[in-house]
């Protein structure tokens, strides 16, 4: 499906906005993150952190004149629950231009597939002038391992916002998994489009790094070096159960894709029947019925 659009009408204009620092030494697909949004945006803002790699010239290289790079510096003495995700996430929100209708968030792991452009915009503009849809709810890929694989078990959300209201008072929460208005959850539609979540596929090496300097932004020093030390080895059998992926990738990530140099080696089997049996009857209820027992909920689905 073609993924060319004419530019948005002036009845609704749309932002694009991340946050992202040293994409390059962790090895952050930012670039297919953002040109997989881009099409559907007007605007795109960048909370570049004090990064000390080539994150800036990753980001300028995509040379688009919707793009606009905010310098920011994180404070790295925010090291509980991931709090500086959420204060990033929130300087490049507030950049956002007061014109704006809808704010489409992408993480630096995240994309969106072509196919699904033209639901989400069709979404935004049906849902334009519904004040009682402040935000729109996506599902969820999370792959793992490789990308012929993505985690599917009560261990991986399954939704989240990922377009809200250009509205003030709408901040992001916790660790800049989800948004609130006010504090409170925000009123959102479940849309037919997914997220695909990437942050999970690197050989054994990169997630154990992923793994320490991800977590530098949880905990601090003492609890790194009894939980993460540099002897760890990353154990791919933490995922409860992998789904074989038969689908297309986006075509941003298809030269990243071509690059994989190593292979995913686990039994699938074998990592299923490690889960507990609470866990298997759990899942074999959501499987049949689709419903998620004591599902979290950072958002208030409308009807």
Request: charged content about 25%; hydrophobic content about 35%.
């Amino acid at each position: 499906m073609s993924t060319s659009y004419k530019p948005n009408s002036y009845l609704m204009k749309v932002a694009g906005f991340t946050f992202i620092r040293n994409a390059v030494k962790n090895d952050y697909p930012i670039v297919e993150a953002i040109t997989s949004i881009l099409p559907v945006c007007d605007e795109f803002i960048v909370a570049l952190g004090n990064s000390d790699d080539e994150t800036e010239k990753l980001i300028r290289g995509i040379n688009s004149p919707k793009i606009k790079i905010i310098n920011t510096v994180w404070d790295d003495n925010i090291r509980e629950g991931g709090a500086v995700f959420a204060a990033e996430t929130d300087k490049a929100f507030l950049s956002i231009s007061p014109d704006v209708d809808w704010a489409f968030y992408i993480q630096g792991d995240e994309c969106v597939h072509g196919q699904y452009l033209p639901v989400i915009k069709k979404e935004m503009e049906d849902n334009l002038n519904n004040s009682n849809i402040e935000g729109l709810l996506f599902k969820y890929r999370h792959f793992y391992g490789s990308y012929d694989y993505y985690g599917h078990s009560r261990r991986w959300y399954r939704r989240e916002i990922r377009i809200v209201r250009n509205n003030k008072a709408v901040h992001s929460y916790r660790d800049a998994q989800g948004f609130r208005w006010n504090g409170r959850k925000i009123k959102v539609k479940l849309i037919d489009a997914y997220i695909y979540h990437y942050g999970w596929v690197k050989p054994p090496e990169g997630l154990k790094s992923k793994l320490r300097n991800f977590n530098l932004f949880y905990h601090d020093d003492e609890w790194l070096q009894q939980n993460l030390p540099e002897t760890f080895e990353f154990d791919y059998e933490n995922a409860d159960r992998l789904i074989h992926f038969t689908g297309t990738h986006p075509a941003v990530m298809q030269p990243r894709i071509a690059a994989t140099n190593w292979n995913l080696n686990i039994n699938l089997k074998e990592l299923h029947k490690k889960m507990s049996f609470r866990r298997k009857a759990l899942q074999a209820i959501e499987d049949v019925t689709g419903w998620r027992m004591s599902e979290y909920r950072n958002y208030k689905i409308v009807k």
